[in-house]
């Protein structure tokens, strides 16, 4: 009832057994860095939903060969960035 | 009239009756609870909008197999998050 | 003229007989009263675009049994929310 | 070579030529204008961008009778009524 | 391999070729002015995108047809206007 | 397990091995520079997901000559700029 996103043939895990956010913390020491936990956060988002490893390969041979879907990708880190860049007084030197 | 958005083969279901913000606060300890948070939050709305179980079980292995929907799924926590992060002050120490 | 969205099967509603914002307020008590008005703005944004209330209950058919179109949903209730959470000061204590 | 968006069918009609923001402001007096204001911002961007009147009524027809149209005008609009509000301050007391 | 988005057949074509941002400003004297430049800015990304002036020529007839599209337009040019009117602190009085 | 976007048939490179940002940093003297930036980093993005330089070039063409993908990539821009631009305060005077 709780796992409304989560898909149904993965029962044993739940989103408190996926670290969606590395280090819990949103604060980086440089742009790069905050852009590569960007990423990362967007990808376990979708580790969460799609738990099954092999499928979640097929899928990537999907989307890295669709322009669509890779523009896709590139707005859902871009919102991402926009939160940690923020966190982050946007790295003001 | 009121349930422009609801199914309407829910007739005895209104967003009164689903917990829409778990704890009925913004506010949590940590990023990686935060990020719980949207996910939550993502889910619920999903649940008010489509309220049977068992539908929701079949949309499920339809999205958790999609990779469009895997990242539209990333973009809609995406922006649950950036609502969260800022809440939070970004969780800065 | 002015009605560029709205469908020509409407002639007598305009934007000014529909109530766009419940109580002409963004601001709520709490979170979950927040995110209540997030849905309702949603909706009636959809019923202003299509007043007819019987196409309404067959779109609605539609996206309740619409992976892509449930994320959807979540999206545009995520982009109000955000507005409405920022005006509440994000009800903090 | 300035018009990338506007059709080529209408050389007359320039962006100079439309209002894209009724009043030349962005305050409003109550949420209910603000997010009528959005609305009509929305919509102006769709007349600038076709400004064939008898090509935008035929586009309503499909628009307002197809789901997922239905929940990304709700997106644009959204998005318009963000800034709309945070201009007004989110009109709070 | 500095041009991932531009199209392979205009190599003579760099986005420092290109103006981006119309007198290198985001600010404006109205709302109007700063509404023209966030359909102007819009409409500039497509051209760095797809700099054959015929071939914009024929996807514009594309996308002043499709209702979808019109609407995806409309986004795109709110998140550009929403960055804008925060440069100019919303033109508050 | 840590690539769950990179596609599957590019082992050797991992997040760390491409620069996300330019520079590491997302401050500009310009708002010409920023939107520049913007472009570069959203292309970024797509060459991480997608790293086989012949595969990019094919997908090019194909969003290049799409109208809807054309305007999916003016909002990935868009947020990035949204970003930058509050990074420099928006190059106030």
Redesign the interface.
Known sequence: ?????????SPVVT??EV???PN????TE???E???LA????????????PD?E???Q?????????????????????????I???NN????
Chains 1, 2, 3, 4, 5, 6 share one sequence.
């Open positions: 009832m709780d796992h409304v996103i989560a898909p149904t043939n989103s408190h670290t969606l956010v819990n913390s949103l604060l440089t742009p790069e905050g852009r590569q990423v990362k956060m967007a990808r376990l988002i979708i580790k969460l939903t799609q490893e499928k979640r390969k899928l990537r041979d999907v989307y890295g060969n669709d322009a669509m879907m890779l523009i896709a990708v590139g707005q859902a880190v871009a919102t991402e960035f926009a939160t860049a923020a966190a946007y790295w003001r030197k």
